[in-house]
Nanobody, 123 residues
Framework: QVQLVESGGGLVQAGGSLRLSCAAS????????MGWYRQAPGKQRELVAD???????NYADSVKVRFTISRDNAKNTVYLQMNSLKPEDTGVYYC?????????????????WGQGTQVTVSS
């Protein structure tokens, strides 16, 4: 199986910064896409940003310029640097990893979610 451990959430004032980390471990053969999603109270989970193994990135319009996603392929870790935070960025942030692992004699690709880390931005 694949395990994800997230860290870096917390409480910050508007205009502040936070850096989230998500490390994947387990019987991993390959990781394709790693990304961050968030879910605000009463709202659906939405994509914040994702990054391919080759470094191509994709951002939600609401976070472009303010957030930067990056990854360390050697450590199977993805980061999200969040600057100029706004109260509307508040929510639970989840790491998503699309990973391929060897299961018996087959390679199996699945999406794996982290447990979530709370980000609260006060006005």
């Amino acid at each position: 199986q694949v395990q994800l451990v997230e860290s870096g959430g917390g409480l910050v004032q508007a205009g502040g910064s936070l850096r989230l980390s998500c490390a994947a471990s387990g019987s991993i053969f390959r990781i394709d896409v790693m990304g961050w999603y968030r879910q605000a109270p009463g709202k659906q989970r939405e994509l914040v940003a994702d990054i391919t193994s080759g470094g191509s990135t994709n951002y939600a319009d609401s976070v472009k310029v303010r957030f930067t996603i990056s990854r360390d392929n050697a450590k199977n870790t993805v980061y999200l640097q969040m600057n100029s935070l706004k109260p509307e960025d508040t929510g639970v942030y989840y790491c998503l990893t699309k990973a391929t692992r060897l299961s018996g004699f087959r390679y199996v690709t699945n999406d794996y979610w982290g447990q979530g880390t709370q980000v609260t931005v006060s006005s």
